[in-house]
């Protein structure tokens, strides 16, 4: 042992990257509590562990009570007063790539952070917080799962002297920390201006996102949050993960590329001998035997890729007794469904991780498969990597393909990083079950071509700096007198630049605006939208459907007004009634989950975007707000539907409403008002209510513990 540390020790200075890999295995075959065969006392380091830690500078690894002195200095020079929602009773301490990056952020640089997912890229945001106490602080998540992440991480430390806001249409207040995707950003960014107040420190997560090549579908509304933003903000912060290169434009005006992709926290072992087998089936099960009790992401893509798992680990794995999970299959068979692959795959100890299904039930699982008795793997599409922070010991990767596409290095580095999990996993283990050519690509630049609908609401005249040639220009310019021949003059560049419209394709604006030009008797049904029936909706809303851009060509219009019609009194039907209502019309539990997630995040800006237009093209002060508000939460009281998205879903809720120990369909009250009522009743109380069955109550004690 000595041996080893005293070459570690010769040799940190001619290779820190290499040898810093070697301490971090020599700590995981010595400490790592995976490691049962070791004879050394986990987590006891001696001084000279301790000290070698400190010369590769992972402050994080250092054991402060077995520390020399002079290391102690060093350690505590590097602590802050910052806790995680997993780690309450601890603070956290940064190392030496972190620490270089808040000091240039403390001398007030605007970055862009190039790092892999185990750098703790967000911890920053914490130290920078903690510090420099900004008084308006706006962080842009890419999806909700990590605004719910990242609003628990805010809530544990700065709720006291902040207010934390995440819902639409909330009050500012002298200090604020706002956490939201872009879509829900607009509509501060209106509030801001009129109050002449500035942003301190502007975040945007995941930035990668910008780009058309990554996200089509939202790049437009990202780029257009940032270009607002960034001319009220005094300083920002953009995070990206193992990119490489960023080709400079008006996205990141005067900012700074910091690249830290090469500073590893922990060791990789890449198992590639599967790849080019032929039965990966039985590859796959003779590793799931190694690692059983091990956990584990398996990455499989496509839906389709899960049904083949969901088949091979059911009739291929032993079950085994597991209490909670098996409580958690007659919950999801008593308010969701009797037929689901989810349900067979609890009594297996896996679950299932997609964008489709709700956001409740993922944090239900990440939850279980955290905690050390319950769930030891997930089968995921991409949602788990993009959209939540979770770790494991092990991921196999079951289909190196996106749809009909190898992966790219950019997505692959992305899936096996998502591992990590300092302080508990110090190697790695990733296990490749297919192949990709493009694997061995390492140069990786994110193109931030600035899309056309975006330039429109830009000065295309006077602003040279987004390299504009004079065929796009003469294009852009083109489309905005397509839209106002029929609108009157410039008034399109105008709802544009001053973010009224959620849409982000002229083309289908342009066809709104004909539709109403050439068939304006059939807009006579626009105010039907707010009567409480709906044969009333129904005629506009499949004209709508058929207006509506890209996402509508995935769902059925049958299908897709059945969910109108049977949601419509999703509140008062008790546990998911209206799920087993459209099962009986052919629509399975996943094409559910699609059409709400479509409703509730598309059709409402649709809706808000056909409210303003309506009212411009016919010169009318009417609104079908009443309508928007109801879709907007799917039909549920609106504070049941923010719940839901962290972690009470909504049967729950509604066991709670019948109880009246508090009344959930208020409206003239926040969620802020909500979360402290709920607060104030004792756990113990609610956890009384007699039709709660066991899983309700594991569901409750979750909850609870989260606000």
């Known amino acids: 042992m000595f041996n080893e540390l005293s070459l570690i020790n010769n040799l940190i200075d001619e290779n820190e990257d290499e040898w810093r890999n070697k301490l971090i295995k020599f700590l995981w075959e010595n400490f790592s509590c995976e490691n049962q065969d070791t004879n050394y006392n986990y987590g006891i380091y001696s001084k000279l562990i301790n000290h070698l830690i400190r010369k590769v500078w992972l402050y994080p690894y250092m054991d402060f009570s077995s520390s020399h002195w002079t290391d102690k200095m060093a350690y505590s020079s590097f602590s802050l007063d910052i806790k995680l929602p997993s780690m309450k009773n601890s603070n956290l301490i940064l190392h030496r790539e972190q620490s270089d990056v808040l000091k240039m952020l403390l001398e007030w640089e605007n970055i862009l952070l190039m790092a892999p997912t185990s750098f703790w890229k967000t911890f920053i945001i914490n130290s920078f917080i903690k510090i420099k106490k900004p008084n308006n602080i706006v962080i842009i998540v890419p999806t909700i799962s990590l605004m719910d992440e990242v609003r628990r991480n805010i809530y544990l430390n700065f709720s006291d002297d902040y207010n934390v806001i995440t819902a639409p249409n909330e009050k500012l207040w002298d200090k604020?920390?706002?956490?939201?995707?872009?879509?829900?950003?607009?509509?501060?960014?209106?509030?801001?201006?009129?109050?002449?107040?500035?942003?301190?420190?502007?975040?945007?997560?995941?930035?990668?996102?910008?780009?058309?090549?990554?996200?089509?579908?939202?790049?437009?509304?990202?780029?257009?949050?940032?270009?607002?933003?960034?001319?009220?903000?005094?300083?920002?912060?953009?995070?990206?993960?193992?990119?490489?290169?960023?080709?400079?434009?008006?996205?990141?005006?005067?900012?700074?590329?910091?690249?830290?992709?090469?500073?590893?926290?922990?060791?990789?072992?890449?198992?590639?001998?599967?790849?080019?087998?032929?039965?990966?089936?039985?590859?796959?099960?003779?590793?799931?035997?190694?690692?059983?009790?091990?956990?584990?992401?398996?990455?499989?893509?496509?839906?389709?890729?899960?049904?083949?798992?969901?088949?091979?680990?059911?009739?291929?794995?032993?079950?085994?007794?597991?209490?909670?999970?098996?409580?958690?299959?007659?919950?999801?068979?008593?308010?969701?469904?009797?037929?689901?692959?989810?349900?067979?795959?609890?009594?297996?100890?896996?679950?299932?991780?997609?964008?489709?299904?709700?956001?409740?039930?993922?944090?239900?699982?990440?939850?279980?498969?955290?905690?050390?008795?319950?769930?030891?793997?997930?089968?995921?599409?991409?949602?788990?990597i993009e959209w939540v922070n979770t770790s494991a010991k092990n991921i196999i990767i079951w289909r190196a393909k996106n749809w009909n596409y190898n992966l790219n290095q950019f997505t692959y580095k992305n899936i096996i990083w998502r591992a990590w999990r300092m302080f508990k996993y110090f190697i790695w283990d990733i296990y490749v079950l297919d192949d990709s050519n493009k694997l061995k690509d390492n140069s990786i630049q994110l193109d931030l071509k600035i899309n056309d609908d975006v330039l429109a609401s830009i000065d295309t005249e006077e602003d040279e700096e987004n390299d504009i040639s004079k065929e796009r220009r003469q294009k852009i310019i083109k489309q905005i007198y397509d839209i106002d021949d029929i609108l009157w003059e410039w008034i399109y560049k105008k709802l544009v630049k001053d973010n009224k419209l959620q849409l982000s394709n002229y083309s289908d604006i342009l066809k709104i605006l004909k539709d109403m030009k050439e068939k304006q008797k059939s807009w006579n049904w626009f105010l039907h939208l707010n009567s409480e029936k709906y044969e009333d909706w129904e005629y506009f809303c499949r004209k709508l459907f058929f207006l509506m851009p890209w996402y509508r060509e995935w769902i059925d219009i049958k299908d897709f007004l059945n969910y109108i019609k049977y949601s419509k009194d999703i509140w008062i039907k008790k546990n998911n009634e209206y799920i087993w209502e459209l099962e009986e019309?052919?629509?399975?539990?996943?094409?559910?989950?699609?059409?709400?997630?479509?409703?509730?995040?598309?059709?409402?800006?649709?809706?808000?975007?056909?409210?303003?237009?309506?009212?411009?093209?016919?010169?009318?002060?009417?609104?079908?707000?009443?309508?928007?508000?109801?879709?907007?939460?799917?039909?549920?009281?609106?504070?049941?539907?923010?719940?839901?998205?962290?972690?009470?879903?909504?049967?729950?809720?509604?066991?709670?409403?019948?109880?009246?120990?508090?009344?959930?369909?208020?409206?003239?009250?926040?969620?802020?008002?909500?979360?402290?009522?709920?607060?104030?009743?004792?756990?113990?109380?609610?956890?009384?209510?007699?039709?709660?069955?066991?899983?309700?109550?594991?569901?409750?004690?979750?909850?609870?513990?989260?606000?």
Not at 290 to 298: A, Y
Not at 337 to 365: A, C, M, P, V, Y
Not at 665 to 673: G, L, V
């Open 176 to 384: 604020n920390i706002l956490v939201f995707p872009q879509e829900r950003s607009f509509s501060y960014i209106e509030k801001f201006n009129e109050k002449s107040i500035k942003i301190d420190f502007l975040v945007i997560d995941e930035f990668y996102k910008v780009s058309p090549d990554s996200d089509k579908n939202r790049s437009s509304s990202l780029q257009k949050a940032i270009i607002s933003f960034t001319k009220i903000s005094n300083q920002r912060y953009y995070l990206t993960p193992s990119i490489t290169k960023v080709k400079w434009n008006a996205l990141i005006k005067w900012m700074k590329q910091v690249d830290k992709i090469g500073f590893n926290t922990v060791f990789l072992n890449v198992h590639d001998k599967y790849k080019n087998t032929k039965d990966k089936k039985w590859d796959f099960l003779k590793i799931m035997n190694k690692l059983w009790k091990s956990k584990t992401l398996i990455y499989a893509w496509t839906f389709k890729a899960i049904n083949e798992l969901s088949k091979i680990i059911p009739e291929n794995i032993k079950e085994i007794n597991n209490r909670l999970c098996l409580d958690f299959q007659e919950w999801l068979k008593n308010n969701y469904t009797r037929e689901w692959d989810l349900i067979s795959l609890l009594s297996k100890w896996f679950g299932i991780h997609n964008w489709k299904i709700h956001r409740s039930l993922w944090q239900i699982q990440i939850k279980l498969f955290e905690e050390a008795d319950w769930l030891n793997g997930i089968i995921s599409t991409s949602s788990i």
């Open 585 to 707: 019309k052919w629509i399975d539990i996943l094409n559910i989950f699609e059409i709400e997630k479509f409703v509730t995040y598309n059709f409402w800006a649709f809706l808000s975007d056909i409210n303003i237009l309506y009212n411009i093209f016919f010169n009318n002060n009417d609104n079908i707000t009443p309508f928007i508000s109801k879709v907007t939460s799917n039909f549920l009281p609106p504070f049941v539907f923010i719940l839901e998205e962290s972690w009470l879903p909504r049967v729950v809720s509604r066991k709670i409403q019948d109880s009246w120990f508090i009344n959930l369909e208020i409206t003239e009250w926040s969620i802020k008002n909500i979360i402290k009522e709920l607060k104030s009743i004792w756990i113990r109380k609610i956890k009384s209510i007699k039709n709660l069955d066991n899983f309700d109550r594991y569901i409750l004690d979750n909850f609870f513990d989260w606000i």
